[in-house]
């Protein structure tokens, strides 16, 4: 379960002369679980867009599994193992739970337009593997009874689930998860962190990092944490190490915290 998975060197993205990300570094070994934390506005969201994908960089390095992949689009990223969710839900709201998680994972396919018209092998093979992974993907995340229900008829916090169980339909090597507690109640964040534990017990070679403001789910979860400050990467460590720095406190945590106390648990 070690070596490096993802590697970050210099990382920056400028829009109209605005320095939104500022030549950070980070590196994440396999099958642990990271969190990437900072204030609104910090950079965090851009930093996962370019990770996956969505957002060439201005500068720097993106080196997954060995290969750069910093000038290569959403879909080579996640043909490549790289997955990721939205803050805002991104779900085929008129379809059925199980046709989302098989959508989500054609993004795979190797079959091409004559194979599926006229039916043949590879299109049969490659279509039964996504159903199989699709399903594989709910019973994960504990939603298969609710497999063929409309996606938009689902509470909001099956929702958000459910747009999980599509990343993990394409089998991911690196999961990215940008603040999946966003709008849930806090019962529904502890059971969301019972998920992602889940999902890291089931699939233990699977890396994942976490983009979260939910200091409780962060620390709940999170082996090593980055975190991000007007656009710079102003501390990393373990949670412990993370909760007691200075600079942490002033810039994200308002200097509220008891130290005292230690990190924040269920």
């Known amino acids: 379960m070690s070596g490096i998975i993802l590697q970050i060197q210099g990382l920056t993205q400028q829009f109209k002369g605005v320095l939104a990300v500022d030549h950070i570094n980070m590196e994440l070994e396999k099958g642990r679980i990271y969190g990437l934390i900072g204030t609104n506005g910090a950079g965090k969201s851009t930093v ?14 993106i080196v997954f599994n060995g290969k750069h992949v910093e000038r290569t689009d959403a879909a080579h990223h996640a043909r490549e193992g790289i997955a990721r969710t939205f803050q805002n839900l991104r779900l085929f709201g008129d379809q059925t739970v199980m046709d989302n998680a098989v959508t989500a994972s054609q993004i795979t396919r190797r079959y091409n337009l004559f194979e599926m018209l006229a039916y043949l092998p590879r299109y049969r093979r490659e279509e039964k593997e996504f159903r199989e992974n699709a399903w594989e993907a709910l019973k994960t995340m504990s939603i298969e009874q609710y497999a063929e229900t409309q996606a938009d008829n689902l509470p909001y916090g099956l929702q958000r689930r459910l747009e999980i169980a599509r990343c993990l339909a394409i089998r991911p090597k690196l999961l990215l998860l940008d603040e999946p507690a966003a709008g849930m109640n806090p019962q529904e964040s502890m059971q969301l962190v019972e998920d992602i534990r889940g999902i890291h017990r089931d699939h233990p070679d699977m890396t994942i990092l ?16 980055y975190v991000m400050a007007s656009g710079k ?4 460590g373990t949670p412990k190490e993370i909760y007691e720095h200075d600079e942490v406190i002033s810039a994200y945590l308002g200097g509220s915290v008891h130290r005292k106390k230690g990190p924040a648990s269920c």
């Open 48 to 61: 996962v867009n370019m990770i996956s994908g969505n957002l060439a960089p201005t500068a720097g390095e």
């Open 210 to 225: 976490l983009i979260e403001h939910d200091m409780k789910v962060v620390m709940n979860l999170c082996e090593y944490i």
């Open 233 to 236: 990467m102003i501390a990393e």
